[in-house]
């Protein structure tokens, strides 16, 4: 399926999350998709410009989303049935303290009206009080754009049945 205007919003703290962000918005791209890219910021206000897919990509903090995030959410417009694909970066994973850091940005989500298709959390290097060794983050990041291909696809697939 091919959308019209996919908007990818995203909140990173330390740079991981906006090459996620990043990677996406190119990979849209080269295959003819429209994307718009916003970084969430303290000041911002609400664009309630068309678009008829959201990526929301956001790091983990304390096992949530960080405020700034739910911030948004909460303040987004009530819209009807516009598909989501929520990104979580974590150095951990789907480990027990983070299975639920999605949890309340779906709740609200689907309080305004956004349809969750898709949701997944992406491994990055951590550059929090525990770095990760350089070689490992090193592949990683040289990875990256492997390991959103297949989630922009099953995310398309989704969208299509």
């Not at 995030?69 to 303040?75: L, N, S």
Request: positive net charge; hydrophobic residues 40%; glycine residues 4%.
């Amino acid at each position: 399926m091919k959308f019209h205007n996919v908007r990818i919003v995203y909140f990173s703290g330390t740079g991981c999350t906006r090459l996620v962000a990043e990677t996406f918005r190119n990979q849209l791209l080269e295959t003819g998709h429209t994307t718009t890219i916003v970084e969430l910021r303290h000041d911002m206000t609400h664009d309630e410009s068309d678009y008829d897919l959201l990526v929301l990509c956001f790091p983990v903090y304390a096992c949530n989303a960080p405020q700034i995030v739910i911030t948004y959410v909460k303040g987004s417009q009530v819209v009807h049935h516009i598909p989501v694909a929520l990104i979580s970066v974590s150095a951990g994973g789907e480990m027990t303290p983070n299975l639920a850091c999605r949890t309340s940005i779906k709740k609200e989500l689907t309080r305004k009206g956004f349809a969750i298709h898709y949701e997944k959390m992406l491994v990055m290097p951590s550059n929090w009080v525990i770095a990760t060794k350089p070689c490992l983050a090193a592949l990683l990041l040289r990875i990256l754009p492997k390991k959103i291909r297949p989630v922009r696809l099953e995310a398309t697939k989704t969208y299509n049945q």
